[in-house]
């Protein structure tokens, strides 16, 4: 069974640009979770899917949004970033609705300059 | 604010030491979660305790859950050098429009050879 994929592995973008992060869950997993986690810091929620739809935000700004597709893959995209959206961006995937064992993705580096 | 709380937030132990860290909700959960993050790797299930009082021993990692189901913890015996990393405790709390894990800010555990 493959795992929690993500693409790219390093992205590095300007101040003020954009960026898009990609994810495919397990086969056969609905929910998708997106989290920051910067350097040496926790695991902090950004964004819940199941189904196509957002079930839960984090405390971010609404320059952070995403999707998921009819295939349950997701994407998260970050605008007008800033310096501290630096930071490893993970994607997890539940089999069960929310409370399920949860497997991560290898994450996202985002850096920006 | 913070549902799971989790101490201590790092651990520097001699290797053959033993290491512990807890894990305290605000709330009753239904089941607790841990998870292990590698240095330069990402969260990685470890296991899940459901029952009042449960005890779950793999090798060397025992992990207990509170009777009253609000806390939880894992104990190394003689950590070695692979148990290096991050401890995540999870438990599940209601968000947005379902029930979703809720992850402590961990321990992160250096053991020195």
């Known amino acids: 069974e493959a795992g929690v994929t993500q693409s790219p592995t390093h992205l590095i973008k300007t101040r003020g640009q954009q960026a898009t992060l990609r994810c495919s869950p397990i086969?056969?997993?609905?929910?998708v979770y997106w989290y920051q986690q910067a350097l040496g810091l926790g695991l902090q929620f950004l964004l819940w899917?199941?189904?196509?739809?957002?079930?839960n935000r984090g405390n971010f700004p609404p320059r952070f949004s995403g999707r998921q597709f009819p295939n349950y893959s997701s994407e998260l995209n970050v605008n007008a970033l800033e310096l501290e959206d630096s930071a490893l961006y993970l994607c997890a995937s539940s089999r069960e609705d929310g409370t399920g064992e949860q497997f991560f993705g290898p994450g996202t580096r985002l850096t920006v300059l | 604010g913070q549902q799971v709380m989790q101490i201590p937030q790092y651990q520097h132990v001699q290797e053959g030491e033993d290491f512990t860290t807890y894990c305290n909700s605000s709330t009753t959960l239904s089941n607790i979660q841990w998870y292990k993050q590698r240095p330069g790797g990402h969260p990685v299930f470890l296991i899940q305790?459901?029952?009042?009082?449960e005890v779950k021993k793999q090798k060397r990692l025992t992990f207990q859950f509170g009777e009253a189901k609000k806390n939880s913890s894992l104990h190394i015996t003689a950590t070695q050098t692979t148990d290096v990393g991050t401890y995540f405790c999870a438990g599940p709390y209601r968000g947005g429009s379902g029930s979703r894990l809720t992850f402590g800010e961990g321990t992160q555990l250096t053991v020195n050879p």
């Open positions: 899917y199941d189904e196509g739809e957002e079930r």
């Open positions: 086969s056969g997993h609905t929910s």
């Open positions: 305790l459901v029952k009042s009082g």
